[in-house]
């Protein structure tokens, strides 16, 4: 059984930094893709960055483009998340995901963690 662990979360100010991490378990690398994707209250959940193991191909939100780094360590079967020059529309739950393809629509993971809150105030 694979499972996803977000840990990281919390309240921060405008301007400040946070970084989540994904730690997997279950199976090594179970799919060569790692996303992180945040739902605000009343949203859709949208996507926001993902890595391929393999590679390290990156692709990122508009809305986060230069803010925000993913990265992983094979080592540890984790990958996370850096978020620098945090804003308040940033605040929502995020949630890291496994699936196969560098993919921008939540229906093409198909593993999940319970995510992890992040809250920026003014």
């Known amino acids: 059984q694979v499972q996803l662990v977000e840990a990281g979360g919390g309240l921060v100010q405008a301007g400040g930094s946070l970084r989540l991490s994904c730690a997997t378990s279950?199976?090594?690398?179970?799919?060569?893709?790692m996303g992180w994707f945040r739902q605000a209250p009343g949203k859709e959940r949208e996507f926001v960055a993902a890595i391929r193991w393999a590679s390290t191909y990156t692709e990122y939100a508009d809305s986060v483009r230069g803010r925000f780094t993913i990265s992983g360590d094979n080592a540890k079967n984790t990958v996370y998340l850096q978020m620098n020059s945090l804003k308040p529309e940033d605040t929502a739950l995020y949630y890291c995901?496994?699936?196969?393809?560098?993919?921008?629509?939540?229906?093409?993971?198909?593993?999940w963690g319970q995510g992890t809150q992040v809250t920026v105030s003014l």
């Open positions: 279950g199976r090594t690398f179970p799919r060569p893709v």
């Open positions: 995901a496994a699936g196969y393809p560098m993919a921008v629509l939540p229906r093409a993971y198909d593993f």
